[in-house]
């Protein structure tokens, strides 16, 4: 049993009822086991908390983030219609729970329809259960207007997400500003337009007192400045992408859409810069779930989609960070547990006596393939397809319940 909130890695029985971690270790008076799951060789842990998956079908797609291990997950607003209605939010909720499976957490719009210019209205979605405010991928071009939505957030306690890419420097292009997007003939983004973002959302913070997280940094100027930023005072924190911790730019290969991110793959000395900040602490890590279809990404490169599915993949990828950067178990687990479920201000993230049982089983040791027949999600879409993995998960608990058991 592995719980890095508590710091416990040792062989424990751990006894559920009610839907809540009853013990650890030995059995509470007068328990009798309804069912017994025989976890030998294997680690049991937190259910994953991921900071950013899509759902573009919700039931297929919170059917992978529980056969990836995931039971909590936070919603981007970028949804069709966006999330910028009460009304929207709390059908979101009631679907969700009805579906029974992992437990969903709405980000509502930071501004009216995502639009950039009118603040949403954060206290009516705040009601309605949604536990942070964010742009998604959308601009806000007027600083005035994202000043005002950090003072109006910071006077409520609020959170606010941002992905920091400046829209002008970022304009039409589709992978890193580098060698690889020259000799391709593709258009690039430089690493300023991510740093610029950084700095005046840094300093936008440190004037309002808000609680600011920003989400899928990808260079490793970008991790300098969050870095600089904290050690100041500033209440920032990041999340890293799982697919920018072992991809780079040189993996777009021949034009390879399933390659296309936003932010775009940069190069092996920002990768490396990114594995650093995730064993330190610094950042966390997500998914980034964005399921596309075949449609969207059987395009040339500039005019894919980009984003590729992660909830499945989570778990083995981390596992392979790990074992390659030398990072213990407890710490990787930690990453992709307490960690972000500290970031959201949720309750889940621990295997703790009288908490919620959203627990997860894996085997570290098995290997399998990256196939379509093995990803449950709707989207097929990840440059990862064909990859050899070590690590499955097993069997997953929401609430005491068993929502996934392969």
């Known amino acids: 049993m592995i719980d890095p909130k508590s710091g416990i890695d040792r062989q424990a029985d751990v006894f559920v009822a009610a839907g809540l971690v009853q013990a650890i270790g030995s059995a509470p008076n007068g328990f009798v086991a309804d069912r017994v799951i025989d976890a030998a060789g294997r680690v049991v842990c937190p259910g994953f908390v991921d900071l950013s998956a899509r759902l573009s079908s919700l039931d297929s797609e919170l059917v992978a983030a529980v056969a990836g291990g995931v039971t909590a997950l936070a919603c981007p607003p970028d949804t069709h219609p966006p999330l910028d209605e009460p009304e929207l939010v709390e059908r979101l909720v009631r679907r969700s729970e009805a579906i029974g499976l992992a437990h969903v ?31 998604a991928t959308k601009p806000i071009f007027d600083t005035q207007v994202l000043l005002r939505a950090m003072q109006y957030a910071a006077n409520f306690g609020y959170a606010i997400r941002l992905q920091p890419q400046d829209h002008y420097l970022a304009r039409d292009g589709v992978a890193h500003d580098g060698e690889v997007a020259s000799r391709l003939g593709l258009s690039g983004i430089p690493v300023c337009a991510e740093t610029l973002a950084i700095s005046t959302a840094l300093h936008l913070a440190a004037e309002t007192g808000v609680r600011l997280h920003l989400s899928k940094l990808s260079s490793a100027a970008g991790v300098a400045l969050v870095r600089e930023a904290r050690n100041s005072g500033v209440k920032v924190s990041c999340d890293v992408a799982i697919h920018h911790l072992h991809l780079s730019e040189t993996d777009i290969g021949y034009f390879d859409s399933h390659a296309r991110f936003d932010p775009p793959l940069r190069t092996s000395s920002d990768r490396e810069a ?133």
Not at 304 to 327: F, M, N, Q, T
Request: aromatic fraction near 4%.
């Open 274 to 406: 990114l594995r650093a900040a995730v064993a330190e602490g610094l950042a966390v890590v997500c998914s980034d779930h964005t399921p596309v279809d075949e449609d969207g990404k059987q395009l040339p490169f500039g005019e894919a989609l980009p984003g590729a599915v992660g909830l499945e993949l989570l778990l083995p990828l981390v596992l392979k960070w790990a074992d390659e950067a030398r990072v213990p178990l407890l710490v990787a687990l930690a990453r992709v547990t307490c960690d972000p479920a500290a970031v959201l201000g949720i309750e889940s993230g621990s295997v703790s006596v009288g908490r919620s049982a959203d627990i997860c089983i894996f085997d570290a040791q098995e290997p399998w393939c990256v196939s379509p027949e093995t990803l449950r999600s709707q989207g097929k879409n990840t440059p990862c397809m064909g990859w050899e993995m070590t690590g499955r998960v097993c069997a997953t608990l929401v609430s005491g319940r068993v929502v996934y058991e392969r």
């Open 105 to 135: 957490y709405p980000i509502g719009a930071l501004t009216q329809q995502l639009a950039g210019e009118k603040l949403s209205e954060m206290v009516g979605l705040s009601r309605a259960g949604c536990i942070a405010f964010s742009q």
